[in-house]
């Protein structure tokens, strides 16, 4: 079995060019609920290519991007070399190598799925400033079109290795878990990607679960998605819909 860490080895490309993006509304809800400033430090964990660390960045926050995985970590180095106030670190959620109350802010983006939570929850508490806060963002497909439930068939093909993705999902009382006595609050917000056939090529197999292409899988399944791409594709463009749900506050 492929470690966690590991899994998006091969996939860092597609997964730097493809992935959705986070919402500027993401930042606004940070500044009015949570006094975020462009003074405040975050320790972007599980950092990947950088996707959610690129947002806080451009609002002009010194980002780490904390990211155990070595390709994925060189994709955000690559990607985000123009900033200066990105500073790369190889470390987990369980172990940042942060110093203790470094920072003012630590998010995960796509990420805390990952996570062994207690020892992650011990370890932000232990890098955080004194009412420092936690966010938790995810991008979640949904499926209120014809081409979002097509697409949700094709990888419902692929049997047992999506279905164990699918039972890697949050359940909502761990987000009460990991937040504690001190309470946590919830957004979620409507968000899109366009995409021509080589970027929904492109977002499909940045998927840790999609075979790769060795595996007599991988031609049936892109042939599927092909033809996924041609029944409902406008204008040779598909939109793919995403809630980008943020679960925000200080940590007990």
């Known amino acids: 079995m492929t470690e966690n860490t590991q899994r998006f080895s091969s996939r860092a490309d597609d997964y730097a060019h493809f992935r959705p993006h986070y919402p500027q509304a993401v ?3 940070m500044e009015i609920e949570c006094g975020l400033t462009t003074h405040h430090k975050i320790a972007d964990v599980g950092s990947g290519t950088g996707i959610l660390s690129e947002l806080f960045l451009q609002n002009k926050n010194l980002v780490y991007g ?11 180095e690559s990607r985000l070399k123009t900033y200066s106030w990105f500073i790369s670190v190889a470390g987990t959620a369980e172990a940042t190598t942060l110093r203790e109350h470094s920072v ?3 998010t995960a983006g796509q990420a805390f799925h990952w996570f062994d939570r207690a020892k992650a929850r011990t370890e932000f508490l232990r890098i955080l400033k004194p009412r420092g806060c936690v966010l938790l963002a995810s991008n979640n ?22 279905q164990d993705s699918c ?45 790769e292409p060795e ?20 204008n040779g463009i598909v939109r793919m819909e995403y809630l980008t749900t943020v679960h925000y506050g200080r940590l007990a």
């Open 27 to 29: 930042l606004n809800i």
């Open 215 to 234: 595996s007599p899988q991988y031609e049936p399944v892109l042939a599927e998605l092909r033809e996924v791409f041609r029944n409902h594709q406008q």
């Open 66 to 76: 904390v990211e155990p995985n070595r390709e994925m970590r060189s994709a955000a």
């Open 141 to 162: 497909r949904q499926r209120t079109t014809a081409f979002m439930r097509a697409y949700e068939r094709v990888l419902q093909q692929l049997g047992s290795a999506y």
């Open 167 to 211: 039972s890697r999902n949050v359940p909502p009382d761990a987000y009460a878990d990991f937040f504690g006595s001190a309470g946590f609050k919830t957004s979620a917000i409507e968000n899109h990607q366009d995409l021509d056939w080589e970027g929904l090529r492109g977002r499909f197999f940045s998927s840790s679960y999609t075979p």
């Open 104 to 106: 003012d802010w630590v």
